[in-house]
């Protein structure tokens, strides 16, 4: 039987992995909000088909699984995963005779639903249970995979993939080769095969790609769907396993690199409000968007260890992902715009598709889905740390204060990583192993650093690049400490037509505008504290223009240890030089385009700016002058 090609990386289980610092009080604040509850009071969990009622039985109670299997082990939540384990073999317990997992008839609540059931809840389910297995080791997953697995081969000859599932074929590939390297089958291999033949063709719709413009108001698609495109990028490097093809590999790249043209944003994201929406700061990114794009950014830089895809998923886990949530995480946003001037309920929001309340804080706004799936945002970004390399040592692929406990040689290896980064470039690797021997530490330098210094306690210095993974021989028997420093820079970079925006090492920093909140749809279900709806208005000035030749000043102030993006209490602040400008103003709820030449007045100011995520109402694109 033949072998599928290797990955560079292989993420750690998720049982040796515990986060610490401000990242274990990040998952615990996620934990203590909506996602730790929402089975107790939102219906489509709550009643969900897939546990035995009659609410929504399509993708929400998979989407849910799916961030909170992890979070509940990564914090050892005993409650919570009691209850993630009845849930789960209740689904198995009910696995149908031919394999189908779950309801089979059309989505009794959902309105994305057809006449026919889209198999790409399949697809989602496998994955959970294939995470369920790797977490926990029960082999009734594993069973029910293989099962599953066989009865979307034979569906998919009689009902050819549609719709979701024909844009999402690819997620199918995750659990299809996590079996095949268990228990080798050519019907596996075969099955990939078809999924591809059946599924949108990614690759070649990039090579002649027409969604470089803002997809029209009213022309909703699946192929301009952004959610779709976020999940798309990895597609061909999952395929790349089978095929070895450098085309599927180079297909990643070019995603990319064509989605950042076109509508990246300032934060690592793309926006699609909810298609693609162009290149304009007031555009909105979806959640689910941001979190799919973390997730396939995951599998990039552990298929091909390149520095490049582990730098852009910090850059949305630093920026975007915190913002889009109340502090609490008790009510989120749909979209999030970067330059969010209010969050309030109006027709005139610039959106594509989505409603007029998509960018308010609460617990559904435009649609529930995002309700449903954000919860994998952090809890993954936790799970994928740390990897295993194939020469038989640890890569350090993403960084946040953390411990990893593995085996190397068979002998036990303890590593902590002690940082407050990304507030501050130290980060300290505190290495025990006793029994083990000498061992390669990967080290990923980011592309923004210029100069880092790793240093082996006793034994000196190096001065390193960016853009590599640096590897240090770690000397086994004993303990050792291995301290890096990232030059973190504060400056400026462009953005087109004179805007520009402030980063300091992976973080993006912003005004933070003052607010006054109000609370909305109280008639509305379920919208009873702590899970309510707000809209927030601005109440401060916003319309500064930024003095590209002036210093910036960084006070690094400490991680607030109950909230880590503390919007009363950055962790890190730095300090500009300003003006008005006057003739940028809303257009209604909405910040004006970046205007090319502000034509600044009055005297200049010093505006402090902090971090994307701690912020709710905000600038980070401004107009510049000299």
Known sequence: MRSLFQPRFAPMAVSCITPEGWLRRQLEIQAGGMSGHLDEFWPD???SAWFGGSAEGWERAPYWLDGVIPLAYLLRDAGLIERVRRYMAHIMAHQHPDGWLGPRESN??????????DIWAQFLMLKVLVQYHNITGDGGAEAAVERGLASVDSMIDRVPLFDWGQARWFEALIPLFWLYERRPAQWLLDLAVKLEAQGFGWRSFFRSWPEAAATPRGRWNFMSHGVNNAMAVKAHGLLWRLTGDPDDREAAETMIRLLDRHHGTAVGTFTCDECLAGRSPVRGTELCAAVEYMYSLEHLAALFGDVRHSDRLETIAFNALPAFFTRDMWAHQYDQQVNQVACVESETMPWNTNGPDANIYGLEPHFGCCTANYHQGWPKFASHLWMKTGDGGIAATAYAPSMLETSIGGAPVRVRLETDYPFGGRLRFVVAAEGAGDFPLYLRIPEWC????????GRGGEVVAGGVYHGVTVPGGGSSEIDLTLE?????????GGAVTVHRGPLVYALRIAERRTLVHRDRPHREPPHCDYEIRPDSPWNYALRLDGEIAVDERGVDRVLPFSDKNPPVTLTVRARMADGWRADGFVAGEVPEEPSPTGPEEALELVPFGCTHLRI?????YR
């Open 450 to 457: 210029g100069r880092a210094e790793v240093s082996l306690k």
């Open 45 to 47: 969990v709550r009643d």
């Open 108 to 117: 009794v609540s959902n309105p994305e639903a057809k006449g026919r059931y």
């Open 620 to 624: 980070a694109e401004f107009p510049s």
């Open 488 to 496: 973190m820079e504060a400056g400026f970079l462009p953005r087109g």
